[in-house]
């Protein structure tokens, strides 16, 4: 777990997850996409989107964005490349989504990201021990808010020399 | 600035001085002086107790990895907004 692309990539995943959270949970008020109507653009966005996610499945938020086609299809090639193999495997992505949409109350994000994590073979267990992550985590991240606590433990971890996706090595350039 | 005052290690009971001897353990670090969060959770140890086993087991490895729990819990404290 070291280097700056895995954080780059968790906080893609935080990003473009949030963001799919906020459409799908407040635009109720927006008529969701009839896929049987809808334009042809928007249906292959949904083909592929099913064809990502081996199932049946279309992304929160996505039914909303897609009455502009051409918007939903940039969404949805962030949202691809944020959750494909790359340094962090898909499964743990999808379980950074949950525990991000757990946090932020998004109920259609929890459930979808809990599908995925079953998908990609995460059992009972592991779902236990990411609930019980964000559980804890949020108690810690409260109790230091509430009492204005400052950071003091930088100092343990060791500053790390590899690039970001694409930049320069720092330091001596080793990846730890 | 916290709103209380953060008290030294050496002005905690014997029954906190274990939780900061498992503070140290964990983090495998040897602090000067405990985390703030540590000697938090130790003022009370009938709280700071079972919240910190329930972290422990939580963040145990088990179908994931301690980095993997640590890479989650950076991004819960990052929605949470809490710098510390």
């Not at chain 2, 290690?9 to 969060?37: G, H, I, V």
Request: aromatic share 10%; charged share 25%; glycine share 8%.
């Amino acid at each position: 777990m070291t280097g700056d692309a895995l954080w780059y990539e968790a906080a893609q995943v935080v990003g473009i997850t949030n963001a799919l959270n906020v459409a799908a949970d407040t635009l109720d008020g927006l008529e969701a996409v009839d896929e049987a109507s809808a334009p042809a653009e928007a249906r292959v966005l949904f083909a592929e989107m099913r064809d990502f996610y081996q199932r049946d499945a279309i992304p929160p938020g996505f039914r909303f964005i897609a009455r502009d086609p051409t918007y939903a299809a940039e969404v949805w090639a962030t949202m691809r490349h944020a959750f494909a193999d790359h340094r962090l495997s898909r499964r743990l992505k999808e379980s950074l989504a949950f525990a991000v949409s757990v946090t932020s109350r998004s109920a259609s994000g929890a459930d979808f990201h809990l599908s995925e994590m079953r998908r990609l073979g995460v059992g009972p267990r592991g779902v236990m021990e990411i609930v019980g992550v964000t559980q804890m985590f949020s108690s810690y991240t409260k109790i230091a808010d509430t009492l204005q606590l400052e950071p003091d433990m930088g100092g343990i971890a060791p500053e790390d020399p590899s690039p970001a996706p694409g930049g320069a090595p720092r330091g001596d350039g080793s990846l730890t | 600035m916290p709103t209380v005052r953060l008290r030294a290690a050496a002005e905690y009971p014997p029954s906190s001085q274990k939780l900061f001897e498992a503070s140290r353990a964990w983090f495998n670090y040897d602090f000067t002086e405990p985390p703030a969060m540590s000697r938090v959770m130790a003022w009370d140890v009938e709280f700071g107790g079972p919240h910190g086993r329930a972290m422990k087991r939580a963040m145990g490895p088990g179908e994931f990895t301690r980095g993997e729990k640590e890479m989650v819990a950076a991004v819960v404290s990052g929605i949470n907004a809490c710098e510390y």
